[in-house]
């Protein structure tokens, strides 16, 4: 299985973290069963875990596959326009005990450049070892993916944040603090 350090924006992870979030999607992906190390940008700027992703779903050759649901296919139909084509399957999220800095990559590798998108790791083989060498906790979910599931597919953030799901697990984990390691 492929392993690749991912970026993610920031504003994209809660409803990954909550296991809300069931497909990620992007224009261009390995076309294959994945290992992402999971690298949060902007000013989060850290290693938090390890996404375990299913093989991508061409949104663009699967379209009709769609059309008992017109919710699904609506969706489906905005991100062929806007070319993420790809949805691919999040099966799992496991966070390290101690996310991993950009600063504490550099100590390590100094000229070390996260990538825009993702990058494979057997090409960068120092970056791979620091990051497996990193303690990880529980996995936090496991979706089979032996389906679509209709009501996440090309469902955007925004939406899935007006879920009432997602309001009560935000309710939760604020006030309890669940997740103190990770800076959002």
Known sequence: ???IFLSFRPEYFRPLLYGIKKYEYRKRFCDEETIAYLYLSGNSRQVVGIMELGKP???????DNYLDYPDTLKRVDEYIKSKDINAIPIKSLSLFKNPLTLEDIRKEIPSFMPPQMYFVLDNHLKLKKLLEKQKVCERLFYH??????????????S???KTKEYIDLEKVNANNNSFPNINF
């Open 1 to 3: 299985m492929k392993r």
């Open 57 to 63: 779903i061409r949104l663009d050759i699967t379209r």
């Open 159 to 161: 939406e899935l944040k």
């Open 144 to 157: 089979e993916h032996n389906c679509i599931y209709y009501d996440n597919l090309a469902k955007s953030v």
